[in-house]
């Protein structure tokens, strides 16, 4: 085993401390600026998934609407606008929760969320889902 570093390998860790210096003060290494994309990929994600809850339960919202006046016109008697209003309710709170509710509290769909986006993400995705999980 040698005690000295020959004068090639001097002259390399030479070169690369005087380089990282540099790649800090342009921009950080190239992790930080992998991560600074994955964030932005992550944010872009994020709202994505915002969007299509959003549209699922749009669809939901027809569909129980539909359904409710379905289910109205096919009764012996005439349902008064309150009891039409809460069968509508019903149903659409049934659909949410089939549909978007059960997959958002699945244990294992929030461990595996939890661990690809931040705190800060989460609590928007959170926020965007409170009104459809009243």
């Given at each position: 085993?040698?005690?000295t570093?020959?004068?090639?390998?001097?002259?390399?860790?030479?070169?690369?401390?005087?380089?990282?210096?540099?790649?800090?003060?342009?921009?950080?290494?190239?992790?930080?600026?992998?991560k600074?994309?994955l964030?932005?990929?992550?944010?872009?994600a994020?709202?994505?998934?915002i969007?299509?809850?959003?549209?699922?339960?749009?669809?939901?919202?027809?569909?129980?609407k539909?359904?409710?006046?379905?289910?109205?016109?096919?009764?012996?008697?005439?349902?008064?606008?309150?009891?039409?209003?809460?069968?509508?309710a019903?149903?659409?709170?049934?659909y949410?929760?089939?549909?978007?509710?059960?997959?958002?509290?699945?244990?294992?769909?929030?461990?595996i969320?939890?661990?690809?986006?931040?705190?800060?993400?989460?609590e928007?995705i959170?926020?965007?889902?409170?009104?459809?999980?009243?």
């Open positions: 085993m040698r005690a570093a020959s004068l090639e390998e001097a002259r390399a860790c030479e070169a690369s401390a005087r380089r990282q210096p540099v790649r800090y003060c342009i921009g950080g290494s190239p992790m930080s600026a992998l600074r994309s964030s932005a990929e992550r944010d872009r994020v709202d994505d998934l969007g299509l809850v959003g549209a699922v339960d749009g669809i939901l919202q027809m569909q129980a539909s359904d409710a006046a379905c289910f109205a016109g096919a009764l012996a008697r005439d349902l008064p606008e309150g009891e039409k209003a809460a069968v509508h019903a149903m659409l709170a049934a949410r929760h089939q549909y978007i509710v059960s997959g958002v509290q699945d244990e294992r769909f929030r461990k969320l939890g661990g690809m986006v931040t705190r800060a993400q989460m928007r959170g926020d965007a889902l409170a009104p459809i999980m009243a």
